[in-house]
């Protein structure tokens, strides 16, 4: 007969009872580190969302300094922000900035509108592209421990409509007026226009039912008060629509002050283009058009309006008004 008999140790216990309590102590080691492996990681898990939701609302929070500082500036479809003498600005199309394993891009999205200034899709008849509103969207993206792509995105809904602006909508004071005083009055035209009905602008009769077929109006200087970012042009007209040359374009000048008159006036009349030289360069759609940032840091503008005609019938300008910050 094979008897099996357990050996005690000198404390008594016996080696049966070692080896269990060493299998015993094992399984709950290996809970523990799992425990604390598993605790170690939803931490770093919420110290990587923590992060990056900063990094994308420091993103949108920069967008926001910049577009209350100067709304020209936001013209790239997608940028990284960074700083230049100590203020946000936007680095570049198609920039991102790199922080450790995070990514971060702002992107921007176009707002359209309908004649009711209510938001549409673009594919909408009359829609028009709204250049005073923006979608800003600051993105940022990192790889986690466990190899998984992730991303962090906020949204914000941009506008320029609590800038300052100046408005024209009355002409009949008549030229003559070289610093902006009467909202009536401008500085000069060519003779070729009508400024005699209340709140619109309009080509002169030149005999019988015939139009001059075109005509510039020179603003008066309107002073702003402080060095300015110039922002958006917009007016109103009446085009009728069976004149195909029928057109209102706008130009602008701008200058720095000196002791309360404008100093030296740029050397051209710019458009969208900026101060390119080409005097050819105008704003031509009247729903509104981002002016060019070399114009920002002046204090006074002008404006010169072009209305041009097909001789049989004429444009109507009825409302002028630039925005500035």
Request: charged residues 20%; hydrophobic residues 35%; proline residues 3%.
């Amino acid at each position: 007969m094979l008897i099996i008999q357990a050996v005690k140790n000198q404390n008594g216990q016996s080696l049966a009872e070692i080896v269990l309590a060493i299998a015993i102590f094992s399984v709950l080691a290996l809970s523990l580190v799992s425990l604390s492996l598993g605790g170690l990681s939803a931490s770093l898990r919420a110290e990587e969302l923590s992060e990056a939701q900063f990094l994308a609302q420091e993103g949108l929070e920069a967008v926001r300094s910049i577009k209350s500082r100067a709304w020209n500036e936001l013209i790239y479809n997608s940028s990284e922000v960074g700083t230049s003498s100590g203020k946000w600005v936007l680095v570049g199309e198609g920039t991102s900035g790199k922080f450790g394993k995070f990514e971060r891009q702002i992107n921007f999205y176009p707002v359209w509108r309908d004649i009711n200034n209510q938001i549409v899709s673009p594919d909408i008849d009359s829609s028009y592209l709204d250049v005073s509103s923006k979608i800003a969207e600051s993105v940022v993206s990192w790889q986690t421990e466990q190899g998984t792509q992730t991303q962090v995105k906020y949204v914000s809904y941009l506008t320029n409509w609590e800038a300052s602006f100046w408005e024209q909508s009355d002409w009949r004071g008549g030229p003559g007026q070289l610093i902006w005083t009467d909202e009536t009055k401008y500085y000069s035209n060519d003779g070729n226009i009508n400024i005699n009905t209340f709140g619109q602008v309009e080509l002169a009769l030149v005999a019988t039912s015939t139009y001059a077929t075109s005509s510039v109006l020179i603003s008066s200087a309107f002073d702003t008060g402080t060095s300015s970012a110039f922002c958006v042009i917009y007016w109103e007209e009446e085009i009728p629509d069976s004149c195909t040359l029928c057109q209102v374009k706008f130009q602008v000048k701008t200058a720095p002050d000196s002791g309360g008159t404008p100093g030296i006036w740029q050397s051209n009349w710019i458009g969208p283009e900026g101060d390119d030289g080409d005097e050819d360069d105008c704003f031509t759609n009247n729903h509104g058009e981002l002016m060019p940032i070399d114009l920002n840091g002046d204090q006074w503008i002008k404006y010169r309006v072009v209305l041009e005609g097909d001789a049989s019938s004429t444009p109507i300008l009825k409302r002028f008004r630039i925005y500035y910050q």
